[in-house]
């Protein structure tokens, strides 16, 4: 493919979860109208209408949002957090000014995402990367892994070739029937049965927040990193924003959504039926009630979140056979590491010397002086506290063992990003279970996006969402 180690590595340093039309007239929020026979569940908040109403705010669901206004749609987003953005968050540094980029880091070079940022007003810029020179240590002990340097990926263009058999996976997860074969092996089956072991550490840094990828289906590996992603780093065509604020575009978003955007609210209780879609809301100022004409599901579709929804049998025998890993980013005021260099996870005994998981993926320069970031990955969920008990203990190796003399001054954010990378087993794909997953779409007016329902990769979603939008607006 023509690419060299180094360029791959610095095209991906710190690129973190999910890489992620110009000209469209600008929609307006229709008014909140009140119920003038409220039942018994009315009569307890504020009853708004629209043509739509979106559970999740982050990339899928602001997308979503804004795409309908586009097409002269009334829409509610109905957030848990404070913000939109999802997985798009930033540091601001009290200290310096500055700001780091803790998520979402880059998105493919493409005129949706250039539109899509020019709208707002977002300056985009090539991405370069913050990794300097990287110290290969094993973080289970704090030493160097002698003699270790990554493998120039040269199967990368096999790769390649592999990914061209499979054309539908750029688009979604609309498998054929029966499923190739090669999509169902353990990744790390898949990697020995084509030659491509030179690709297995470039794969699995890409694929942060993918855990144990060489037990992971192959199915994901190849949706994540994707013939888009091999062209991207072929070609150096990843963009990020000029002023390093990945969140200015979600902060702009939520300007123009007004009071559609529903912040700090959770949806406790849906409705589904023939007159509509009924939802009844917490927010700060108190309940409220969304009759609307369609509903769209953005958050991760694990069963536990649909407590209050109506789900019927066929969504509840589907989302309770996922399964979810766990992703961390922080950022880290650090000291005692070498101006320029960043450290690597790396296994002295493991396959491919990839990090024992759970555990920290790498630590990088921010370009904010004494900041860095961190990447987590694990299989399971885990607690908050044990994520900032296990980042402190593993750097504190580093000390113990002499290799750099590393100071923790503090964590200054810690962010979850899971559940992450929702998957089913093998014999779930081999089934049919992606066929009937997405033959949910429109079924009790409710349609479904998000990384569960494609990959993580803000780009790819959008595209995903730009399929979908004419379903949803018909």
């Not at 999802?86 to 540091?91: L, M």
């Not at 990843?238 to 959770?266: I, M």
Request: glycine share 12%; net charge neutral; with cysteine.
């Amino acid at each position: 493919m023509g690419v060299t180690r180094k360029e791959a590595i610095r095209l991906l340093g710190g690129a973190g979860v999910g890489l992620a039309a110009g000209g469209l007239a600008t929609g307006q929020p229709a008014t909140a109208a009140p119920s003038a026979d409220a039942g018994p569940t009315e009569a307890a908040g504020r009853v708004i209408r629209r043509d739509v109403c979106v559970l999740g705010g982050g990339s899928s669901g602001t997308y979503t949002a804004i795409r309908l206004r586009d097409l002269g749609l009334s829409v509610a987003v109905v957030e848990r957090a404070n913000r939109l953005g999802g997985h798009t968050e930033t540091y601001h540094d009290p200290v310096t000014g500055g700001t780091i980029d803790i998520g979402v880091i880059v998105w493919h070079d493409i005129p949706l995402v250039r539109d899509y940022f020019a709208r707002f007003g977002v300056p985009l810029t090539r991405f370069g990367g913050f990794r300097g020179q990287s110290a290969y240590l094993d973080l289970r002990t704090g030493r160097p892994v002698e003699g270790y340097t990554p493998p120039v990926p040269t199967a990368l263009g096999t790769y390649a070739g592999l990914l061209q058999q499979y054309p539908y996976l750029l688009n979604g997860i609309d498998l054929p029937d029966p499923v190739p074969t090669d999509l169902l092996l353990p990744f790390g089956e898949f990697v020995t049965k084509h030659g491509l072991e030179s690709i297995v550490p470039l794969v699995f840094q890409f694929g942060q927040g993918l855990g144990d990828m060489l037990r992971l289906p192959t199915l994901y590996v190849l949706l994540n990193f994707n013939l888009d992603v091999v062209n991207g780093i072929a070609t150096g065509a990843f963009v990020s924003t000029s002023n390093r604020n990945n969140s200015e575009l979600y902060e702009k978003a939520t300007a123009f959504l007004g009071a559609d955007a529903l912040l700090g609210s959770q949806a406790v209780a849906v409705q589904r039926g023939p007159a509509g879609v009924h939802v009844r809301v917490t927010t700060p100022t108190g309940v409220q009630i969304i009759h609307a004409d369609k509903l769209v599901v953005t958050f991760p579709p694990l069963l536990s979140a649909f407590t209050g929804f109506d789900l019927d049998n066929a969504e509840r025998a589907l989302f309770a056979q996922f399964r979810a890993k766990a992703y961390w980013t922080a950022v880290a005021r650090l000291h005692g590491l070498p101006d320029g260099v960043d450290i690597a996870n790396t296994g002295a005994d493991t396959p491919y010397h990839l990090p024992a998981l759970p555990g920290i993926y790498g630590v990088s320069p921010t370009g904010v002086p004494d900041l860095y970031n961190v990447k987590y990955g694990s299989d399971q969920q885990l607690t908050a506290a044990h994520v900032r008990a296990d980042i402190t203990a593993e750097l504190r190796r580093v000390a113990t063992a002499g290799t750099f003399p590393l100071e923790l001054e503090r964590l200054e954010v810690l962010k979850s990003h899971s559940p992450f990378e929702l998957n089913v087993s093998d014999a779930a794909i081999a089934g049919g279970f992606y066929r009937r997953l997405y033959g949910l779409q429109g079924r009790n007016r409710t349609y479904y996006n998000g990384g569960s329902f494609f990959t993580h990769d803000s780009t790819a979603l959008w595209k995903f969402t730009e399929r979908l939008l004419p379903s949803i607006a018909g």
